[in-house]
């Protein structure tokens, strides 16, 4: 089944591409010339354009072929890469209307945030079709390049500035780790090329070979937040602006884990025995880490960030075994955590905008200090569907994740997994708890609405998928099985 087979292929996507590189070409010479003039400081017409080019990447999804055939080389994978791209374009494009509000809250006039957020896009997408480890070092170094500045983009506050360079010192040393790993593989081989290597990898017993993939894995392991590579999330989630940090938690991770699908469960699928074992290990390993240490927690930011290793560990535990029904778990896993966290941050930037300052404390979030009971509701469905709480879609997202998981036979790793998280349950408890049963403290609030269309609507659509997704989960179900099929 082919969807509006008279669009080409390829038509959008190239088009879409040329906007975002128009709007780039653009932005540097605003930048150059007019970013002094009071006449012409950032005029509203840069970001529309950003708004126009990521639409318009996302009509990818309406010239998509939905014909299942196995690829025979690697490069052919077009049609996973797509699905990939789709779930990142989707979530851009939330991230986007979300922090808009933001921006204009905090009257963020800068031309750069949404210059480097362009970046950020073109540097994902080159990433997600790359087949080549050249290719692929590049586009990581041209995302992570924007990142940094994004860490720092609160220059106001010194802690925002220590992590940013913390994160930055880190994030460097790890890509000359990822550089190491390529030359190793390609001093084995003498190519950098996926396609080539798929071919010559199935008859190799090379050390160096090893040793060089697991230099890669390291580094990817740093840029989705793993432990034991975990250390500079916290500071640089609870330093950033709110916005930044939505930023990290939905956006880059999305094709970080698309490259780890590539890399290691179709080019070096051949050696499943080697890698599953540190996939379990950061897999289980994050989620007791992310579990306990979000108990002891008194800044909301620093807490979210810990559940987002929790979840990243979820997803790694799906990479153990290479079948259709892991790899479907592991997309539909992927969907999921980014729409819900998109929803809990679309909501604390709906407070943020009602009050001018965001409540970093837990303490703040008290029963009579925050009046607008359809926020709280609202807030609690959506900590319980992140803590698995039937039949909210991410139960569902956590059951898929754990019957692959012993379907491969790793029935003592999924044990461990469900008393984890059932502890773990314990902070979203807290925190509705504060909700409900905490009496008013001080510090309490009071949040009105901000009369935001756009913030309103996209809460409003992330939580209708998070609540009524029970009556109708084809769409997503079926997303997920193309996905996996198509790398069979």
């Known amino acids: 089944m082919t969807l509006f087979l008279f669009f080409d292929d ?3 996507f190239n088009l879409g591409l040329f906007c975002i590189g128009f709007y780039l ?28 080019s990521t639409f318009i990447l996302v009509f990818i999804f309406f010239t ?14 077009f049609l996973f890469n797509q699905l990939f791209l789709i779930i990142f374009l989707v979530a851009s494009i939330l991230t986007l209307v979300i922090t808009r509000s933001f921006i204009s809250c905090y009257k963020i006039s800068k031309f750069e945030y949404d210059l480097f957020f362009s970046f950020v896009i073109l540097g994902s997408i080159c990433l997600c079709f790359a087949d080549d480890f050249l290719q692929i070092y590049l586009a990581i170094e041209l995302q ?19 992590s940013g360079l913390k994160y930055f010192v880190f994030g460097a040393i790890i890509s000359c780790f990822l550089l190491l790993g390529f030359y190793f593989i390609y001093f084995s081989f003498g190519s950098t090329s996926l396609e080539i290597l798929f071919s010559l990898i199935k008859d190799s017993n090379d050390s160096v070979f090893f040793l060089g993939s697991t230099f890669v894995l390291l580094a990817l392991f740093f840029k989705v937040g793993a432990v034991p590579f975990h250390f500079w999330l916290c500071d640089v989630y609870d330093g950033s602006l709110l916005s930044v940090t939505l930023l990290f938690s939905a956006v880059p991770k999305i094709i970080i884990f698309c490259l780890l699908i590539k890399l290691f469960l179709i080019v070096n699928v051949e050696f499943q025995n080697f890698w599953s074992p540190l ?11 992310g579990s306990v240490s979000a108990l002891f927690q008194k800044r909301l930011k620093r807490l979210l960030a810990y559940s987002t290793i929790s979840h990243t560990g979820f997803i790694l535990l799906a990479l153990i075994a290479v079948s259709p029904a892991s790899t479907k778990a592991m997309v539909f896993y ?17 407070v943020t905008c009602s009050l001018v300052k965001f409540p970093g404390y837990l303490v703040n979030w008290t029963a009579n200090g925050v009046k607008n009971i359809t926020l709280i509701c609202t807030l609690s469905l959506t900590l319980f569907s992140i803590a698995g709480i039937p039949p909210l879609v991410g139960f569902f997202s956590k059951f898929f994740i754990l019957s692959s998981v012993v379907s491969s036979g790793f029935f003592i790793t999924a044990t461990i997994v469900v008393v984890i998280s059932s502890i773990g349950c314990f902070y979203y408890v807290r925190l509705i708890k504060m909700f409900f049963f ?13 009369r935001n269309s756009s913030l309103d609507v996209a809460i409003s659509v992330l939580f209708f998928f998070n609540v009524f997704f029970i009556f109708k989960p084809e769409l997503l179900s079926l997303f997920s ?3 996996s099929l198509s790398i069979i």
């Open 279 to 289: 996939f379990l290990f950061s897999g289980v390993l994050s989620i007791v880490v």
């Open 334 to 350: 992927l969907v999921v955590y980014s729409l819900l966290t998109l929803l809990i941050f679309s909501l604390l930037i709906f």
């Open 64 to 77: 998509i072929s939905l014909d299942i055939a196995p690829p025979i080389q690697v490069s052919s994978f």
């Open 144 to 162: 992570s390049l924007c990142l940094y500045v994004f860490a720092t983009f609160n220059r106001n506050s010194e802690f925002s500035t220590e």
């Open 438 to 450: 905490t009496k008013q403290s001080k510090n309490g609030f009071w949040v009105s609405s901000t």
């Open 10 to 12: 390829s038509f959008f």
């Open 25 to 52: 070409t653009v932005s540097i010479f605003f930048g150059v010339f007019c970013s002094n003039s009071q006449e012409l400081a950032f005029p509203n017409i840069l970001p529309a354009f950003l708004f126009f």
């Open 481 to 483: 099985l193309v996905a």
